[in-house]
């Protein structure tokens, strides 16, 4: 449980680095770009990747490609709904993007759905719509629209970019390959954006806070997958514990540190949200 609470909060400081840096003059491009560059480094020593072996021909780079300009562009999202919506409502939207996942999965996979999966994914919805409700009360009118947008694009990205990961991997990459691979595309496309088209230059604090953030990201994905390798016999545990655990830590981030206020849809929102993920959990044991 130890894992699963470690991998949970590396996810949340992740989060909360951002909107600090964001609030104090840093380059968001520059600390995406320069995350990527240490997450790659870091995912190859720790996961080891097979790159040598890796076909040229057969390799869907269209796939890994899009996956490197998917990843930065939903960070980038992630930051500005850290900044207009805060650590609460995003982090929520975020975890409950294996809503539509799990309905892609059925669209596109054809995987079977239990009644328990079924109840999870509307509790999913429902939480969805409760954040948004609850967002068109915060702030000026343009930045409800806008916070309201930025949490509709986390809650779609971050399910498309795990739609988009299990087809890759589906077609025979190994995980370790496809993460290493998207890393890499994704710290040339962010470097190149930000050199030609923001002409922004590196600095020395918006590398450093870029390269922590690779850390804490990739710290994040190895502590989850071993804590699943670790409890292989119990899945769903990992799954909603961590799930979980990153909401509830976003919460508490989001009234100690940043001193958002909760409303009574947000709540809402929260109890639905946890509710989905516990269903979703039981219906993995079965």
Request: with cysteine.
């Amino acid at each position: 449980m130890e894992l699963i609470f470690a991998a949970a909060l590396c996810s949340v400081v992740v989060s909360v680095l951002i909107k600090i840096c964001s609030t104090r003059g840093y380059s968001i491009i520059q600390m995406i770009t320069w995350n990527y560059a240490s997450a790659s480094v870091l995912c190859y020593l720790w996961f080891k990747p097979d790159l040598i072996h890796v076909s040229v021909k057969q390799t869907p780079w269209w796939l890994i490609i899009s996956l490197g300009i998917l990843l930065p562009t939903i960070f980038l999202c992630l930051s500005k709904a850290l900044q207009t919506a805060g650590i609460l409502k995003t982090e929520i939207a975020q975890r409950l993007s294996v809503v539509l996942s799990l309905c892609a999965a059925w669209l596109i996979f054809n995987e079977q759905f239990s009644p328990l999966k079924i109840i999870g994914i509307v509790l999913g919805f429902m939480a969805v719509v409760c954040i948004l409700y609850a967002q068109k009360g915060d702030g000026a009118a343009s930045g409800k629209k806008w916070g309201i947008l930025y949490l509709i694009l986390v809650w779609a990205g971050y399910a498309l970019i795990d739609v988009l990961l299990k087809y890759t991997t589906g077609l025979g990459l190994q995980f370790s390959v496809v993460l290493n691979l998207m890393f890499v595309c994704a710290f040339f496309i962010t470097l190149m954006h930000a050199f030609f088209v923001q002409k922004t230059w590196p600095s020395v604090k918006n590398i450093s806070a870029g390269l922590l953030l690779g850390v804490l990201n990739i710290a994040n994905i190895a502590l989850y997958v071993k804590a699943h390798m670790l409890l292989k016999d119990s899945p769903a545990v990992v799954f909603a514990g961590m799930n979980i655990l990153v909401v509830l830590l976003g919460v508490l981030s989001g009234m100690l540190l940043f001193k958002e206020k909760i409303k009574p849809a947000t709540v809402a929102g929260l109890i639905m949200g946890i509710a989905g993920v516990m269903c979703l959990a039981s219906a993995m044991v079965g």
